[in-house]
C-alpha cells in the first residue's frame, strides 16, 4: 500500500480537474455570455486572463481541499463521504471564485451571473467528483478484495477474540484488516489463536510490536472479566497514532455508541483519534505560524530588552534549554529566557516553588508577565509545538505522573502549548500532586478543543500578562 503514491494521484486528478473546468468555464464564457453582450460571436483566444487562471485556480483548489482535510487518510474514503465534502467544498470554492473573479464581469443581463455560477459549479463538481470516485472505488475494490490491507494487531487471545477474527475473515468484503499477530492479556498463553495468527507475546509489548510491525489498527477483543483492562490499553496507545477499535457490548449498542462506518464492516467501537476537524486544525498551525511571525517581528525590542535584561540580571546564559516531551511522546528541545541561576539544576529534575531562592529578582518579574516563555514562540513556528495547547513535561516527571495518572498520555495526542487552560486555572506546578490536579484541566481542554477555546485562552492569558499575576 503506497500512500504517498495515492495521495500524488488524488494531487494529480484535483489539478487536471481544476485546469480542465476552468478551460471550459472560459470557452462557454466567451460563446455565450460575451457573444450575448456584444451581439456577435467571440472568437476564442488565449489571453493573460485565461492563463493567469490556469496558475492559479488549480493551486487555490488543492490549497482548499488541502485545508479541509481532503488528503489525510487517503485509503479510508467513502464514495458517498466523498461525494459529501467534494460538494460542500466545491460550493464553497465556487462562491470565493465567484465574487472575486466573476462578479466584476460586465453582462448583458443579470441572469448570466446566475448561469455563470451554476455552470462553474457543475464543471467543477462533475470533473472532481468523477475522478475521485475512479480512485476512491479502485481502493475499495482492492480492500474488500483483501489485495491491501491495514497492518493490524488484535488484543485479546480467548473466545471474543478468536469470534472476531473469524468475522472479520469469513467477511465476503473485508474491511481491510491484515493481521500481523494477537497479544494476550493475564497471562494467558493464547491457545485459542495461536493456530491462526502469530502469538507476539503479552500486551506490555504493545507498544514496540506497534512500532516494530508498523501496525495502523489495534482491535481490543477481550472478555467481560477483562474489561477492566481496557482503559489501560487505550491510555498506553493514547500517544500513539494508530486507529483503536473495540468490540462492543450491548450497553454500548444499546447507548449508541457503536456508529455503523459500512454495511459489510463488522460492528466495533472506533476510539476516535480526531481531536478537532481537519480545517480547524489546519487553521490553528496557521495561526501558529502567523503569531509566531509577528512576535518575532513586531515584539523584537522586547525580546532583545529582555535578553539584555538576563544578561546583566545575573551570570550566566540568556536562554535554557531542556528536553521536553511533545506529540506522540516525541522529545525536543524547548527553549526559555533563563528565569534562574546559572546551575541551579544539577543531576535531579527540581520544580520551582513559590518562594523558589534559585529565581532571580528579573527572574521573578519575567514569570509573573510570562516574558520568561517567549523563546518558545520559534518551537511554536517550527511545529514542535502549538500556542495554545498542555504544558509539556520532563520524561522524569511523566514517568512519576503516570503512576498516578495513566491517564497523562491522553496530552500527548496533541501539541504542547505555550498556554493552556491547565496553565491558566493553575499556574505553575510545584510538585506531582499539583502537575496531577492540573492534569484535568487540560484533559477537558483536549475533549473540547476548538479554535473559539484557544482564542478564549489566549485573552485570559494577555489578561494575566498585562496584570502581572502569572506564578
Known sequence: MNKKLQTFKYLFCDLVSAVASWSLFFIYRKVFIESAKYGRAIPIEIDKKFIMGLIFIPIFWVGLYFIAGTYRNIYRKSRLGELGQTLLITLIGVIIIFFALILDDTINTYISYYESFIVLFSLQFCISYFFRLLLTSTAAYKIHRRIIGFPSLLVGSNQAALKIYQELESSTKSSGNKFVGFVHLNGNNGHLMENHIPHLGSVENLRPLIKQHAVEEVIIAVESSEHKSIVNIINALDDTKVIVKII?????????????????????????????????????????IFFSIFTFTFLSPVFIITAILVKFSSPGPVL???????????????????????????????????????????????????????????NVLIGEMSIVGPRPERQYYIDRIVQIAPHYRHLHKVKPGITSWGQVKYGYAENVEQMVERLKYDLIYIENMSIAVDLKILIYTVLIVLQGRGK
Open 248 to 288: 462492543p457490548d450491548m450497553y454500548d449498542i444499546l447507548s449508541g455508541s457503536v456508529k455503523m462506518n459500512s454495511i459489510f464492516s463488522t460492528a466495533l467501537i472506533e476510539v476516535s483519534s480526531e481531536i478537532m476537524p481537519a480545517w480547524q486544525q489546519t487553521l490553528k498551525r496557521a495561526m501558529d
Open 320 to 378: 535554557y534549554s531542556h528536553l521536553r516531551v511533545g506529540r506522540h511522546g516525541k522529545p525536543f528541545m524547548m527553549y526559555k529566557f533563563r528565569s534562574m541561576r546559572d546551575g541551579a539544576e544539577q543531576n535531579v529534575p527540581l520544580l520551582s516553588s513559590k518562594n523558589d531562592s534559585r529565581i532571580t529578582p528579573f527572574g521573578r518579574i519575567m514569570r509573573m508577565t510570562r516574558l520568561d516563555e517567549i523563546p518558545q514562540f520559534y
